[in-house]
């Protein structure tokens, strides 16, 4: 089993490394980024030019920790985030999956920014 998980992290590894290759956030379309695990889920909007991170929402806040790392939870942190990007005028984004497949949680919280009104 423990040879079957390191073979699982090097493929996203290496899916996320082959992303990231022609994907890049600017100023006027930052990256936003999502981070998965068993119990957290994070999503964090960064402009690669300046090296900062403009928002950021994770279930480690204080304030969302009843949020779940389920699909539900996920579509309730990407409406914050989009919510909270909107207060700072981002409309548009460029999603990076960080290697994670396109589904389940992962489309939760991409659907839930969209539904707050961010176009991606």
């Known amino acids: 089993m423990f040879r079957k998980m390191l073979e699982k992290d090097r493929k996203r590894l290496s899916r996320k490394i082959y992303i990231r290759k022609n994907l890049s956030g600017t100023q006027e379309r930052p990256r936003m980024t999502v981070t998965r695990s068993n119990k ?57 999956r960080n290697g994670y497949l396109y589904h389940g949680v992962v489309k939760a919280m991409a659907d839930g920014a969209r539904k707050a009104g961010i176009l991606f």
């Open 40 to 96: 957290n889920l994070s999503i964090q909007v960064i402009d690669d030019t300046k090296g900062q991170t403009l928002v950021s929402a994770s279930t480690l806040e204080k304030e969302l920790k009843d949020i779940k790392a389920t699909v539900a939870g996920g579509a309730q942190l990407g409406e914050l985030l989009g919510k909270r990007l909107l207060e700072k005028n981002v409309k548009t984004v460029v999603f990076d």
